[in-house]
């Protein structure tokens, strides 16, 4: 199994940034943490094994990115807005200087955002603020709605980091197109709280032409096992 590690510092966050890479080619797969989980979380979780056999084929190789949670969503001291514009300048950080170091590692054309619960909020971001430059979206258990971290504000920094706001106002023609290029995969338990926000925000997607991005699956389904279960699912894309 190729594995290896690179941090530097960010321009962008004006701090040192880390990414773990597991595998030596394949699609470009960007992996968001959980809310408490750093760039070592799947590899702890041990995600590259649950995916060995597609790692060790080149057929994927996982990209696993910090966040910055404590300086933006989970950081309360900070006015909404505040932690909004955190979140957009760590975004600018996946697009200047994450996504073009996976590049310079694996020229592969194609990339996938993937991650489970708040790192599905993360990949689904990230990949519907940039859907030329993601081919595939995959979020397990995530909440789609960023205004639950907000206490209900939006100004025009919430709003831009909000998939729920701006998908269901996305009007361009050509945005759209790009998004029905993409192929997103909500996977969710039913009694999962946010079960509710994923069938709102499929029912966004389906009427913007988007096609069924909606699986949902029995029980609560919001931990590891479960997400083993679905990634080996759908990294393939729709099942």
Known sequence: MHHHHHSWYSPALGREMHIEVFGHAGARVLIFP???????????????????????????????????????????????GARAWRHLEYDHYLLTEALPYSASVNPNPFVIAAGASFGAYHAACFGLRHPERVHRIIGLSGMYDVKSMTEGFSDPNVYSSNPFDFMRHEHDPGRLAAFRNQDIVLAIGDDDPSCENNREFSRILWEKGIGNALRVWDGW???????????????????
């Open 34 to 80: 959980t809310t408490l989980g750093s760039c070592y979380e799947w590899g702890d979780r041990r995600m590259h094994e649950v995916l060995g056999d597609q790692l060790e084929q080149g057929w994927i190789q996982l990209f696993c990115f910090d966040h910055v949670h404590d300086e933006s969503w989970y950081n309360k001291a900070l006015h909404p």
């Open 221 to 239: 389904a919001h931990d590891w096992p479960y997400w083993e279960r679905m990634i080996r699912l759908y990294i393939g894309g729709h099942d």
